[in-house]
């Protein structure tokens, strides 16, 4: 993380950029990607379009966006007269991908998200999520994803990311602490790393989820077990922020996130980023993969001894094993109607790569048996709602933002076609190739 002054710097840098681009483009010089156009209006004519609604795709469909929001959707729209026409012919047009659980440690990573097609991103805990938060707000548009944050995570211990709260007045003190800076959800840590420490007790995490209603904000819970899983939606958790992962859920815990409308991100990624490097993943050869990941963090997870080590790390086994029953409590909550919020845990911990774990998990979802539709809206709508930016974004409709990606594939023939990706569009502007 560079200083603060260096970010500044940035910012007034990239202002610069934009001012510039706005004086060439009133003296009718060519049009950078990335600058946004005042009262313009774009459609885009003759591609399928997936909405995120999970309602069927539209064939030789018609978007219209108006200054960076979509006017009109569908296959009777009526190219409105002055817009810039774009031909979509063999095009798969879906909204910008939401990933409901990352972690963004620096501003770097920001473009790799957004390259990658991961429009917004839910940070679920670190230190330096509120000065990201306000870098992204300001950042010209095109420039920076969406950012929502937990700050701070809520944990028995202080690890890295989190602060410590082990009886219900220190909870509540936190809590009232956090809420100066507004997180867009508090997430609750309720887990002893398989007996490495203590985990917090129902009376700390139950005071954390009520002081932080009681001033109107959501919480979020990181569980492994399916008993802690019960526990804070009893106490009223509005988001499951893992897979439950110690065994098959039951019509209980299905009956509590109806009564609680909580959403569950199953992050099946993160387990895989336990166990995947006891020896060279496949997709390391990917060339979606190669062209955003940081060539030291591969070398990194290739590393013989590490992958030796990995191979009778116990955590690594227990994880790998119980990576199973996470998928399929996938499958029995999403046919039970549970909203399912794409997550992967990406950015919190080596190995997990932001950006194309998010492509990643959406084939994993289908392998435990979700269809790629429903993979899609997990990914959109769902993780939308999960946030609770429904009304902004997460689908291709009338008044939301124009968030969206143009793929050269469609992804319902193949999850894995989302990785082609033939550009990237945040509010309307596009988001600029890698310099
Ligand atoms: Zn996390």
Redo the contacts with the bound molecule.
């Keep these: 993380m560079p200083s603060r002054r260096k970010v500044s710097l940035r910012i007034a840098v990239t202002a610069g950029a934009l001012l510039l681009s706005a004086f060439h483009l009133s003296a009718a010089g060519p049009r950078p990607d990335n600058a946004p156009i005042p009262n313009s209006v774009q459609a885009w004519v003759g591609a399928r379009i997936i909405d995120g609604t999970g309602k069927p795709a539209i064939e030789n469909a018609t978007l219209v966006i108006r200054d960076g929001h979509i006017e009109a959707v569908g296959k009777r729209v009526k190219v409105p007269a002055g817009a810039e026409r774009i031909d979509g012919t063999g095009k798969t047009i879906i909204p910008g991908l939401i990933n409901a659980?990352g972690?963004l440690n620096n501003e770097n990573q920001l473009g790799v998200y957004l390259r990658d097609g991961i429009t917004t991103i839910l940070s679920?805990?670190g230190d330096k999520e509120f000065a990201l938060r306000e870098f992204c707000a300001k950042a010209p548009p095109g420039s920076a994803p969406r950012l929502y944050v937990a700050g701070p995570i809520q944990d028995s211990s202080a690890i890295p990311g989190a602060v410590a709260v082990t009886t219900p007045e220190q909870a509540r003190k936190s809590v009232d602490e956090l809420i100066r800076n507004k997180p867009d959800i508090i997430k609750v840590r309720v887990d002893d790393f398989r007996g490495a420490r203590q985990k917090m007790s129902p009376e700390v995490y139950g005071a954390v989820i009520d002081e932080a209603h009681k001033h109107g904000f959501r919480t979020a819970a990181?569980i492994v077990f399916l008993d802690d899983a019960k526990g804070v939606l009893r106490a009223g958790v509005d988001y499951i922020?893992h897979s439950v992962r110690d065994r098959e859920v039951d019509q209980d815990f299905i009956d509590l996130m109806k009564q609680r409308h909580a959403s569950y991100s199953p992050?099946l990624t993160?387990e895989l980023a336990v166990f995947t490097y006891s020896e060279t993943p496949s997709f390391f050869s990917d060339p979606f993969f190669l062209k955003e990941a940081d060539p030291a963090e591969i070398a990194q997870m290739r590393d013989p001894k590490r992958q030796d080590t990995m191979k009778t790390d116990p955590a690594a086994q227990w994880y790998k094993e119980h990576m199973a029953v996470a998928m399929r409590n996938l499958k029995i909550l999403s046919d039970a109607g549970i909203n399912i919020a794409m997550g992967t845990?990406s950015g919190?911990g080596p190995g997990r790569f932001q950006g194309y774990f998010e492509h990643l998990e959406l084939e994993y979802e289908t392998k435990a048996g979700l269809t790629p539709m429903q993979a899609l809206v997990s990914a959109t709508s769902g993780a939308a709602k999960a946030i609770n930016i429904s009304t902004e974004v997460g689908t291709l409709e009338k008044g939301k933002l124009a968030d969206f990606l143009v793929l050269t594939a469609n992804p319902l023939d193949d999850i894995r076609n989302t990785r082609a990706i033939e550009s990237v569009w945040v509010g309307g502007v596009r988001v600029p190739a890698r310099n």
């Design positions: 659980h972690h679920l805990g990181h922020a992050t993160r845990d919190g």
